[in-house]
């Protein structure tokens, strides 16, 4: 299993700014995922980081908007831009385990906008 | 594209009871299922998953699912709830098409379990 540690667990944010989650796994992986999770809904994919190049983003997410960065095969962040209250949702951080398929989650960051 | 639907929003059982929690899922191909469950302010925690062979597959904390083929479904069990599984359980599918499309997965709405004493 993956051991995934999100800053900051939670924030409480004005409308018009800008935030970054940083997402840290205990060991080395290939594949990073973030979702969102808005408030009463289920968990939607917006990107999945992959070290040594861009992020790539699912229908109705961008770059401008979403940014990431992987810098490792430990770290990744995920800025939330130019934010308004529908931004307001837990923000996920994944990463797939050695066995095929399982995917690790951490906790979340829980993200409100003002 | 990949759907998966859970019917029961929420389900309220008695401790001991036994519980079952529906997932149907639209899907061409064989897909990848799995239960996750969320307690409150924590990550989710794969219960169980299932990739090929015995339908009926076992997972952690007494639970079990099977699948349906014919009624593409993937209905979670377990013989006799403890409080400690108040939650939110989600049923999500995965792309059999490998590599990075085992991080991308479709979830359901999700079901509450509420567990009365």
């Not at chain 1, 992020?55 to 130019?82: H, M, W």
Request: glycine share 10%; charged share 15%; hydrophobic share 35%.
């Amino acid at each position: 299993s993956a051991v995934i540690s999100q800053k900051p667990s939670r924030d409480i944010c004005q409308r018009g700014t800008s935030l970054t989650i940083q997402c840290q796994v205990d060991s080395q992986v290939t594949m990073m995922f973030w979702y969102r999770q808005q408030p009463g809904q289920s968990l939607t994919l917006i990107a999945t980081a992959n070290q040594g190049s861009e992020a790539t983003y699912e229908s109705g997410f961008v770059i401008d908007k979403f940014p990431i960065s992987r810098p490792n095969l430990t770290f990744s962040t995920l800025t939330v831009s130019n934010m308004s209250p529908e931004d307001s949702s837990i923000y996920l951080c994944s990463v797939l385990g050695t066995s095929t398929g399982e995917l690790f989650f951490g906790e979340g960051s829980r993200l409100t906008v003002l | 594209a990949q759907s998966v639907t859970q019917p029961d929003i929420h389900i309220t059982v008695s401790e001991g009871a036994s519980l079952e929690l529906r997932c149907n899922y639209s899907y061409g191909a064989t897909p990848y299922l799995f239960w996750y469950v969320q307690s409150p302010g924590q990550g989710l925690q794969l219960l169980l998953k299932y990739f090929s062979g015995d339908t009926l597959v076992q997972g952690i904390k007494g639970f079990e699912a099977e699948f349906k083929r014919s009624q593409s479904s993937f209905n979670l069990r377990k013989p006799s709830v403890h409080w400690s599984d108040a939650a939110e359980y989600f049923c999500a599918v995965g792309d059999d098409a490998g590599g990075t499309s085992y991080g991308k997965l479709t979830f359901g709405q999700g079901t509450i379990l509420t567990v009365h004493p």
